[in-house]
């Protein structure tokens, strides 16, 4: 089996080198860009210990499968696979960074996202198609042998598919920890969760979490301790209510700017970026007025995109509560099922006990039953 992207001790994620800073890029300007108006505050994960965290999920295991791939010469830069080619770099990286939150004094809950708003088909495609043209410059990189450049490709051409979302949401369940699967869109529905103070925070790559009205988001959450370009990461703390104060606007006026400058919804309009969005919505009130100002046509469906980020969906079940992790079935399911090392299991199973999360081998649980 190709070198694991791990390093130190404590076994955190490597965080994505250049080859992989593509992904990165991707995560920071999904949704809309909001970063010129934040002024996030670094905070140490002790800082959310005792709470319960709402975890964009599809975007944490993109920043798995893409960046604890096959390294070095004659690896194709695909993600880490078992003895029967079943992709696992997901699942490794789930292992660690839950069990990571976890010691920390962190609740986590994952939420899956669900069906895909009609208005975001358009985006969707867009990247499929994407995709497609990167998958037949990997096959042609990998058929020249020319590794180097099949390696740069890798992350492009990852996905997470139904398989993965199973086994993932299985190893939660053996875990002990909690996820939920949103009606639509994860971030979403995380963040109507926090408004209505079921979660303390919502960890997320996705500035769109503040347009949906997050009163608290946390960026990095997942990077925590690792190191990009040779710098350690910090977990970010944004607060809405500060941002909205500090750039002296309304809520409707932030989701307003973030249709302008591009959502998943919408593409924006050219030429307007945070900054001189910022300045028109202020000076000109609503996304209407700033597009008969400056001469561009007001986005279709416009009311339709308010509504998704106003009102956004949400299931009416409650958060369950987390659980015992079972370390029988984890042994099973990781380690004799997909070949994990004992030093590996034995390390995110020690954090767990540390939280006092771990049944007691003679101590009955669901799974019995």
């Known amino acids: 089996m190709p070198a694991l992207v791990y390093i130190g001790g404590a076994s955190t994620l490597n965080a994505p080198t250049s080859a992989d800073s593509r992904i990165g890029r991707e995560a920071e300007g999904m949704g809309c860009n909001l970063r010129d108006l934040a002024k996030p505050e670094s905070i140490n994960l002790r800082d959310l210990s005792d709470k319960r965290v709402a975890i964009d999920t599809f975007l944490v295991a993109y920043q798995f499968i893409t960046s604890i791939r096959s390294r070095g010469e004659g690896q194709d830069g695909s993600p880490l696979r078992d003895s029967k080619g079943r992709t696992i770099s997901h699942l490794m990286g789930f292992l660690d960074r839950a069990t990571v939150m976890i010691e920390n004094g962190i609740d986590p809950v994952f939420v899956f996202d669900g069906t895909p708003h009609n208005l975001k088909l358009g985006t969707l495609n867009d990247r499929k198609e994407k995709k497609k043209e990167a998958q037949i410059k990997w096959e042609r990189a990998v058929s020249n042998e020319d590794w180097n450049t099949a ?218 039953f």
């Open 151 to 368: 390696q740069k490709l890798g992350s492009q051409i990852v996905s997470y598919t139904r398989e993965m979302v199973a086994e993932t949401k299985e190893m939660f369940d053996y875990m002990g920890v909690s996820w939920i699967e949103a009606p639509m869109e994860a971030e979403g529905a995380a963040s109507v969760r926090c408004r209505n103070g079921e979660v303390a925070a919502v960890a997320s790559q996705d500035w769109d979490v503040l347009l949906y009205g997050s009163p608290i988001m946390i960026r990095n959450l997942i990077s925590h301790g690792t190191k990009r370009f040779g710098r350690p990461v910090l977990a970010e703390k944004i607060v809405l209510a500060d941002l909205l104060k500090e750039n002296e606007i309304t809520q409707e006026q932030l989701v307003d700017l973030g249709i302008m400058i591009g959502t998943d919804f919408h593409p924006g309009i050219k030429g307007i970026g945070p900054k001189t969005g910022l300045k028109l919505i202020k000076k000109h009130i609503t996304l209407e007025e700033v597009c008969k100002v400056k001469g561009h046509e007001v986005p279709k469906n416009i009311d339709e995109i308010r509504d998704i980020f106003h009102n956004h969906p949400v299931e009416k079940m409650t958060i369950p509560p987390n659980n015992m992790a079972n370390e029988k079935e984890l042994r099973k399911f990781l380690q004799e099922e997909r070949g994990f090392s004992d030093a590996r299991l034995k390390r995110a199973l020690d954090r767990l006990k540390s939280a006092g999360r771990l049944r007691d081998p003679g101590q009955a649980s669901i799974f019995d």
